[in-house]
């Protein structure tokens, strides 16, 4: 008699790829290599969670596409099509998804803080810059690029100028982000802080998943009313120094690194 072996459907998390960076020396390596990951978990992926600037820089037009990103693209909307839900929690760096995004790669989109039932288990996600408090310069800037009025004034602007831009900007950013593997930040304190205050309000939130710092990081939470809690909080890590994600089967969560 031929046994079938079960295979224990996962849930994945992954943040701050920055596709289409300045800084990487091979932009279609960095690609290529998130794509392999996605077809190295499409056996046993029943859900994907992208926490955030999945792209380092993206503004999506009503009538173009802008360049790049064909393989990684092709992958999710392969990956949708078979079935596997993939959920993208926009980022400071690609805060301006619309319609393409979702609509033709059949991805779920959010943009906030996102609380949802995974295997069984109650999860909080969110890319983390949002959390507050933030700096007022940060705040009047998250304010400024949701804008409507301003995002129509934007696209009005030629590529060949916002690009550039763009890309500069995001040398700078990433010029002045925290070292790796910083285990003591404001900005980590920010989500410590965030996070005991969310586990107290919902005992019921297992685990708080962020990416933004470009840190990986894990540590159990311990709010004042309950030294007993089993909350976890975890950040992501990136794709630029240690291609981490974490996987959840339904009873343990754990990270990893991808080895190409």
């Known amino acids: 008699m031929i046994q079938f072996q079960r295979v224990t459907k996962k849930a994945y998390f992954l943040s701050d790829l920055h596709l289409g960076a300045p800084y990487f020396p091979d932009s279609r390596e960095a690609e290529r290599r998130v794509v392999a990951f996605l077809d190295s978990i499409r056996h046993d992926a029943s859900e994907i969670y992208l926490l955030g600037d999945i792209l380092d820089y993206w503004y999506e037009y009503r009538y173009v596409v802008p360049k790049g990103f064909v393989r990684f693209f092709g992958k999710l909307a392969e990956l949708a099509d078979a079935g596997i ?73 030629h590529p060949r100028w916002t690009v550039p831009f763009a890309h500069n900007w995001s040398r700078h950013s990433r010029a002045n982000g925290l070292p790796p593997m ?39 939470i311990v709010s004042p009313g309950d030294i007993s809690s089993s909350s976890e909080l975890i950040v992501l890590g990136d794709w630029i120094h240690y291609f981490s994600y974490a996987v959840f089967d339904g009873h343990r969560l754990s990270l990893h690194r991808f080895q190409a």
């Open 85 to 157: 839900r993939i959920t993208w929690l926009i980022g400071n760096h690609d805060i301006w998804i619309f319609d393409y995004i979702p609509s033709e790669l059949g991805v779920e989109v959010v943009d906030g803080i996102l609380t949802r039932d995974i295997l069984g288990v109650r999860f909080l996600l969110a890319h983390g810059d949002g959390i507050p408090p933030l700096p007022r310069t940060f705040r009047m800037l998250r304010a400024l690029f949701r804008n409507r009025l301003c995002q129509r004034l934007f696209s009005g602007i």
């Open 182 to 220: 910083a285990t003591s930040h404001p900005l980590l304190d920010n989500l410590r802080s965030f996070a005991i205050s969310q586990a107290e309000v919902s005992p019921s939130i297992r685990y708080f998943i962020f990416g933004h710092l470009h840190i990986l990081h894990r540590e159990r």
